[in-house]
Structure formats: structure tokens, C-alpha cells
């Protein structure tokens, strides 16, 4: 970090610390300024991105201090160099981890019980930093603290972080909120932002920057916002190249193809210019008092309770306090939750929204949590296919759309028998094939054997509402696909219980007393009727104005949900920041990502032959006698020694070597 301090009139000074790029004003009082010739007291990114211009006035007795902070600019080719680097870990998060080299901390937690996790163990496809999990650290970092300060400064609290939740055997409860600690698995995935922010190198496989981002003044929150950005383009381009497959492609079954792809109208943009979190905020690295090491982008002060139990008033409440937020872009930027799953380790919810297109950013959630009919989705067996009710024939063993409602579960893991979940249950037949037979090709878990069986694979052709298919071979079947209270609560109008999550209002019952007398659910569970639609209006123009209405106009049209859902994830990634500078548009996704420019130069690479050896390009009598090089297979493969062999001439095709790069 560069620092320049100067004074040129005894009240007048001048601190320029390299990188700063936008501005806020500060009024301060013109003797905190000069008083005794000392420079006032100013907060310093950690990393100094920092632009302080103190100018005072004499006479005047209030002074302006322009405060300037921020990351620095990036321009296109870096963000398209590391843009490369996020597309490498979120392609291979496990080899990424593993060239971090530092074993990622795990603690147990059974009851009362915390266990560490044994050193060396296999990390769990929850843990490791999929493109999801950027997405979602984006919306964490994004959150502002319970004071109302930061936003998006890559930081965040890592209280109750590192766990790992699994049932106590001896059926201890948890205290109420404990599985609720927000940024819980989160760290591994800044783990690997902090190594792309300071090592030029990492990962392997990548572009090499000429020096790290912390060098070159960019800020931390930059480049996780970059990452969330380009976390959603995943699902977004995922999604369109289903769109042309029958496999994963839903809105095929569904007799819609054209809701398939997303097609923005405009660009998702990426903007540079936030300031990191000051270091009166994190935690001493020096600090061992932790089971887990200390991080760079730790903060200790409490953040805004991110709360998954609340309903639909309460969290738009909680997107306009926090991110200003209206019912509107409250609703489009849910739809975060088409891309990724529960993982019930850290969370304790189950499951996944979507089932079978958990990698696909789309809007089939606002259909899921519309409750319209829709097909129940099987991987297995015999590959991808769909299953629905009544009407099947010998060439449609799918049937008819099914009709869909939600069964709230308490998982009884907590004091107040949560966390409790929705599930997303299909009325339906059974699987059925047909190959001169009506079979059953179920699992174990889709009902019992009378409802998987031929008799009721033969009823199922019967058309849909006869009333001679009897009960026992069209039953609600839950599918591994949930939602959490936050979720449902966007189009049904329920309330819930502060204290244990648990949801109220509705038909809920009262009391929840799982006694073995008494049980305010049957079974832990609840299916809810009657539930208002959730009328809570957004604030613009833009029609329609209810909650339960843009959730079903963002269900019926993919196009109008994406182009509502990339202002939003703008608007929160810009939580906090003074001024933001446009830095670099996605294509769309159905376009490729532009490559960056190839570095000028050729390298002069060994492979290990020649580092066992000791020899090196620019002096190999093999490399200066041509013996080697182009004239050589394993060397044309492999490009060694790309600078010397032209040199030498005998250099490989198509190659103009007249200057050497640095590798
Ligand atoms: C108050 C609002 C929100 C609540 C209560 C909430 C809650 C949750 C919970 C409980 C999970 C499951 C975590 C796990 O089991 O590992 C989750 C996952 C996720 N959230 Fe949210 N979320 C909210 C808003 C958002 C927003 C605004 C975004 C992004 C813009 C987002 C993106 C994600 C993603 C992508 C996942 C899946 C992560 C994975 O696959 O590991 N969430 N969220």
C-alpha cells in the first residue's frame, strides 16, 4: 500500500493512499482537522483502497472532507482473466480446495455433543464452493450488520460456523435457532476467493495475473461480487442447454418449450468500486482463542438475522430494510433458490427445491411455490423422465399434470420441534412402464406396494378426475423436493412463531404438543388449507402489484422473472457502496464468454525431464541445435521451451516469439 501525506497550509492536508476510485463526502468539524496541526482521524480500508482529500477552509467553521474509498478499477481483461479463474473452481471445486493446502475446520455438532471431525476426511459435495454457494455467499456478504452499517464489504460473521448437524441419538434437542447460524458453510468458498484475491497464480489451470488483486488495489468485495455474478450466469447458461434436450429439460414435459430459455433483454453487468470492511471490524489474526483459524474477511460484529422460518411480510420487511428493497424485487431475487440445495448437515433443512435441476437457475421454483400442477421428476430408473396423474396410455406413461400442495414437516431437531420444512408433494400414480405389461418401476419410498403395483398402473388409465380410481392408487407423494417458510411465504399469506419457526395462522393448529397423548400434528407433519394468497403490494408501477400474483406472473414467463431477477442481484450487490463504476457486461446466456486477450510473449516452459535434469531453454545445446522443438513430438504436444525454439528457429507453428514472458 502506498500512503502520501501532505500539508501545504497548516489547516490543509492531503492523503492519497493508491487505488482509491470514488467518493463520499464527510462533513467534519473544521478543529478536527487542524487542531494542533495533527491530520484528522480517518478509517482505513484494510487494504488502501483509500483516497482521503482533507481541505479546509480558515474562516469557515465547518469544514468539507471529500472521502474518497474503494476498490480500484478493474478493466475488461482482468475481470475476464479472473472470470477464467472463477470458471476453473466452480468446474472443479475439489482440486481448487486441494491447492489451498490447509484442511477445512469441521466440528460435529449431536445434541449437546461437538465433536471435531477427523483430519483428512473426504469434504461433503455441501462443503465443497459450487457455483451455488457463490451465489449464495454474495447474498450473505451483501447483508448489512444489525446496526444497520456495511453491505457488500467480503465480510462476514463465522459464529456457529464450521458445524455439522446430525440427529443426537439420544433424541437432545437443540436450542431453537442454533441451525440457523446464516453464514454456516460459507467459508471454504471465501477460503478460495482469498487465495484467488491474493495469489496471481491459484488456481492451476488459470490465467496467471501479473500481480494479485490485493496488489493492484481491487477490493475484496469486487471480486465476490464478481463471483456471484458469474455463479448466476452458470445457472442461467445450464439452464438454456437444456432447453434443446429432452433430459432435465422440464418445460418439454410440461407441453411448454417455449418458457425453456432465458433470454435477458439486457446484459447482467458487473460494477467495481466497493470498499472491504475497515479492520476495527475483524477479527486479530493473531487470535487462537477459535477452534478454526482466523480469516482475512472475518468480521466480529453481529449481522441482520437472516431468518428462513419467517413468513412473507417479515421478509419483505427484512429486503427494504436491509437492501431497499420492494415486494417486487423482493420476489425476483428468491428465485435464487432454483440454483443449488438445502445440504441438511449445515442447515438441518433437507433436500433440494427443484428435484433433478438443482444446477439450472430458472423459474420453475415460482412454479413450485405457485402449487400449479405439475409433474413429478424421476432420474432413475431408465433415465430421466416425469410422472404425473391419471390418463396414461401405452405410449404416455406420464399421465396428466398432478395436482400439488404442501405438507409442513417438523424435523424435531430443535426445542421448538424444528426446523420445520415444506414439502412438495405431487397427487399422483405410480411410476409405470409399459412393455406389453403395465409394471411398477418405483422406489421404495413412493408409496406402498398396493399403490405400486399393476392393478393401479391400470386404474391410472383411466382419465383424470374419474371418480372410480380409487384413493389407494392416487396418493400425495412427497419427492425430496422442499421449501423453507421464506419461500412458501412469498405467495401464501401465513404467520409463524418467533420463538421455535414454527408456521401459524392458516389451519396450523394452535400448540404443537407431540406428546404420545396428544399431537398438535399428526405425525409431525401438516398439510395447510386455506391459506390466504399473500396480497403484500410492491411499491412501483409495474403491474401486477401483489406478491402471489408476480410469483405467478414469474412462473407463467421465465423472460419477465430473469429481467426483474439481474436488476435485483445488482441492487443487493451494491448494498452499502457510495459510488460503483460499470466495469464489464455478461453476453447473454446463450453466448459464449469472451476469452481474454492472449498475453503477449512466449514462455519458455520445462516439464519435469528437464527441471530433473537441471537444463534450461535459453542455454540446452538440444533446444539451440534444433534437435528438439518442432522437430520433436512430445515437445510440439507440450509447446517447451516455446521462446528459445524460435530463437533458435525452429520454433512451432503459427508462434511469433519476439518476446519472452514470464511464466
Ligand atoms: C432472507 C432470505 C433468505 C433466507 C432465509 C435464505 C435461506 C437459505 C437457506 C436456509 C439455505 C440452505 C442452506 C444449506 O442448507 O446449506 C439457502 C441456500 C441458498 N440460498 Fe438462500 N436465503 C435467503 C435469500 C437468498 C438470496 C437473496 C440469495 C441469492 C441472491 C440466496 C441464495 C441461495 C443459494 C444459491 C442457496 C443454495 C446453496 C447451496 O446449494 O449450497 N438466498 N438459503
Redesign the pocket.
Known sequence: MMVFVSRWSTCFFHVLLIGGSSARHVTMRNDDVCESGHCPKFHVAEQGMVMLQVKTDNTAENSTVELVEGGAPWGEQLALKVVKKLEEVMAHPEQAVRQLGAAYECIVRSGANLTKCEDGRKLSS?ELPDA??F??L??HDCVKYADGSGGCDACINLEGMFTKFKPAADDTKLPPGVGMAGNN?LALTADVLERIYTDPAYPANSPKLHRSLHEGGQSRADLWALATLYAARRGMVNNNRVCNKTSRNIYKNLGKPELCRLTPSRPMKFYSGRADCPSSFKADPNDQSKFYRRRAYETLKAEHE???HSDGKS?QR?FEDVFGMDARETVA??G??S?????SG??M?KYTWKRGTSELLSNEYYRLIALMPHYNKQTKPGGWHVVGGPGRTETNFSGALAKTRWLVRARDQTDGHGPFQWSHQYLRCPDCSWDGNWTPIGHSNEGGPGFRSERCCKECTKQPGDPTIPDACLRWVSQEEEA?S?DAGLYLDFSFDPQSGRPTGCDFPDHFTNTKHQRGWTKKSHAPKGCQKQQLESKGDREPKMMYQIVEQYADNQNIWIDDFMPS?EK?LSNGADSLQEEFSFPGPDDEMQEPDPEPGCVDKRDNRMKNKGVHCATWSSVKKCTVCVNNDRWRQKKLCQYSCYQAGCGYKGDVCDMLREQ
Open positions: 455441501g451455488p454457494k451465489l449464495r454474495g447474498f458453510n437472516v431468518n428462513a421478509l427484512f431475487i428468491m435464487a433458490h440454483f443449488g440445495t438445502f445440504n449445515s442447515s433443512f423453507s421464506v442481484l443487493m
